[in-house]
């Protein structure tokens, strides 16, 4: 694997552990006390943006294994739009995984769904919502970030 992809892979799993860390500390009063934070203080908004970045950094790892950077400006668009046509459009990502779990199907329109929606939210609930209504959207980005990193983590090791 490419030096810059392990970089890439590696951030991407430190946005997914920083993103349970903060919403353990969120639901945790004893956590919250021993760091003297308010407790009524939540960080589920930062846990859904730390959530689309491990999808992110883990998207940007993968097209470097067809030789793809993306960089600014538009970084983020270009990504996903690079992603969607040399991943999932011409089906690559859907043999690799259906190799790598074989007689367990995963769609590559599962992931690139996944990716989406985490970047729909990010939008939505970092910049329109108030932290304490994000509990829910930001467990579903942790698992979500968890199975795309887990998927293309295992196509970059193999």
């Known amino acids: ?10 951030r991407a799993l430190n ?3 920083a993103a349970k860390l903060l919403f353990a500390v969120s639901n945790d009063l004893k956590k919250k006390q021993e760091f003297q934070i308010d407790e009524e203080t939540t960080f589920f908004s930062s846990v859904i ?3 689309y970045y491990g999808i992110f950094y883990g998207a940007k790892a993968i097209l470097l294994t067809k030789g793809i950077k993306t960089e600014m400006p538009d970084v983020h668009k270009k990504t996903y739009e690079a992603f969607e046509e040399h991943f999932v459009k ?11 779990y074989q007689k367990m199907i995963v769609r590559a329109d599962g992931l690139l769904q996944i990716f989406r ?3 729909w939210k990010r939008g939505h609930f970092t910049y329109q919502t108030i932290p304490q209504a994000n509990k ?16 293309i983590r295992l196509l970059l090791e193999k």
């Open 1 to 10: 694997m490419d030096s810059t992809a392990k970089i890439y892979l590696q």
């Open 15 to 17: 946005e997914i552990s």
């Open 49 to 51: 943006s730390h959530s």
């Open 90 to 100: 011409t089906g690559i990502l859907d043999m690799e995984l259906l190799k790598i």
């Open 117 to 119: 929606d985490e970047k």
């Open 136 to 151: 829910e959207p930001a467990e579903q980005s942790i698992q979500n970030a968890m199975t795309f990193i887990k998927n």
